[in-house]
């Protein structure tokens, strides 16, 4: 399924974390590394982050439908957009979702931005309003924002029982908080000095890299990093 990317920390370049790493979203749109369902993620992308311009609250975005890796024009200014809290995203369309922009992560509710990496049936989010797609992502994101993202481990687990199927990895931002869930895919997590990456996958061969166990909860705030076990049934892993 899809691959994301978040940052929270010093003021950088979209281009540094999403184009320019050897492992990045970019190459990840058509040779990820670690992804366990779908060979390439080719059904659009989406980069948004918090404008510093703006005094750091204001999500903006940029979304496509067409894939990462052919896009000039982003490639061109991605170099001259700095932020110091990015979602970012490459998208491998279920099966019988939409393939258009609004259909693509990141999703916002004016504050957060929210990208889900991974599947869940449309029944059981049926009482959700306001999301921006029939796409079963952008559903769950009107879902969790509805709950509140300080609820977002309960909202997942009970998502989770409702869908034992479901994969539910989402990436959350607001300009201050970095969330992230790892349930049923790949999640990584990279200290660097001047921030916290939170990753679908490693975008470069660096050792720091660290995995985050399933079925957990990350939050990354300017104090740290906090992992929470969110399976309680199965125990602490
Ligand atoms: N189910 C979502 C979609 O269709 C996310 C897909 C994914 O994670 N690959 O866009």
Not at 114 to 130: E, F, Y
Not at 142 to 170: H, K, M, Y
Request: with cysteine; glycine share 10%.
């Amino acid at each position: 399924m899809c691959r994301h990317l978040g940052w929270l920390g010093a003021d950088v370049t979209v281009s540094s974390l999403v184009l320019d790493p050897p492992y990045g979203l970019r190459v990840q749109s058509y040779a990820p590394r670690r992804q366990k369902h779908g060979l390439l993620n080719a059904d659009g992308w989406g980069v948004g982050f918090f404008d510093a311009s703006a005094g750091g609250q204001v999500p903006r975005r940029w979304r496509s439908q067409a894939p990462l890796w052919g896009d000039v024009s982003f490639e061109s200014v991605a170099a001259a957009l700095r932020s110091h809290c990015v979602v970012a995203a490459v998208r491998s369309a279920t099966v019988g979702m939409p393939i258009d922009a609004s259909a693509t992560a990141p999703f916002t509710d004016g504050q957060w931005l929210l990208s889900h990496n991974g599947v869940v049936d449309r029944a059981v989010l049926s009482g959700t309003s306001q999301a921006e797609s029939v796409c079963d992502s952008a559903l769950l994101a009107a879902a969790i924002f509805e709950r509140g993202l300080d609820e977002l481990g309960e909202t997942i687990s009970e998502v989770a029982a409702a869908d034992p199927n479901a994969r539910l990895n989402i990436l959350a931002a607001n300009g201050s908080r970095l969330l992230a869930t790892a349930w049923g895919d790949t999640l990584s997590i990279l200290r660097r000095a001047d921030g916290i990456v939170l990753a679908s996958e490693p975008y470069d061969d660096d050792p720091g890299w660290e995995e985050v166990p399933d079925r957990h909860l990350v939050e990354v705030t300017a104090t740290g990093v906090a992992l929470t076990p969110l399976d309680h049934s199965e125990g602490y892993r």
